[in-house]
């Protein structure tokens, strides 16, 4: 009768019996049981806390499967309460580590290169002879004359004609200076008839090339006409002396 009216006493007076851990009339008191709770991890995770075997929740464990991801691995910066969070794409488990890859970098090529500087021109006077056959009515002959033009450094060339019988004749033209071809007219050109009276007039072209191995001019060849004559005339080559 006693036990029991002690036990009653313990229920309705609230002396700590029964779930309470604490001392009570007789000494330790039995633990009371206690279940799983839900919580929210550090990093904002879902998640639950498990009960101890000293009646006690224990730490929240996240129930996500990013647990042991990229996720989980987000601490907080030096206890600011921020949370380091993975870029977009970052492997799971790589403690948020960017995945994919940045952009391609941007190749600014090498430095150019100045192309290289043209040729220049072989500035100065020259002079040279002709040869082959000319034909002036009924004589037939070498042609006899000599060039003497001069190559400005730009290419522009001038000169003169000189020929038996008085011939002369004016020179115009250019130089190439990248490729050496030479291109020249013959102009206003005229020479004596003698012993006959008068005179006769003619043109042509002069052309060559200058090799700057020899440092010199060199598959020259001439063409000479007289207008209104189409038998006299002549064409030959012609070296640089």
Not at 153 to 178: E, F, I, M, R
Request: hydrophobic share 25%.
């Amino acid at each position: 009768m006693r036990i029991r009216w002690v036990w009653a006493a313990c229920g309705a007076l609230s002396l700590g019996c029964g779930s309470h851990d604490d001392t009570g009339l007789f000494g330790t008191r039995p633990t009371g049981a206690c279940s799983s709770a839900p919580c929210v991890g550090a990093n904002a995770c879902a998640g639950h806390q498990e009960c101890g075997s000293d009646g006690t929740l224990g730490a929240c464990r996240c129930d996500s499967a990013e647990a042991s991801g990229g996720q989980a691995n987000a601490t907080d910066a030096a206890g600011t309460g921020e949370i380091n969070r993975p870029a977009t794409g970052g492997t799971p488990g790589s403690g948020g580590a960017s995945g994919g890859g940045g952009g391609a970098a941007i190749d600014s090529g090498s430095p150019g290169k100045d192309p290289p500087a043209p040729a220049p021109c072989p500035a100065g006077q020259y002079k040279g002879k002709l040869s082959g056959t000319y034909v002036s009515g009924f004589s037939r002959a070498d042609v006899g004359a000599t060039i003497d033009f001069s190559v400005d450094s730009s290419g522009p060339v001038t000169g003169s004609y000189k020929g038996p019988n008085g011939a002369a004749a004016t020179l115009s033209g250019t130089l190439d200076c990248s490729t050496g071809e030479l291109s020249v007219n013959i102009q206003s050109g005229s020479y004596s008839l003698s012993p006959l009276p008068g005179t006769a007039s003619f043109d042509g072209t002069i052309s060559g090339r200058y090799s700057r191995d020899s440092s010199a001019f060199v598959d020259g060849t001439w063409t000479i006409e007289e207008p209104g004559s189409s038998l006299n005339g002549g064409t030959g080559t012609w070296v640089q002396q």
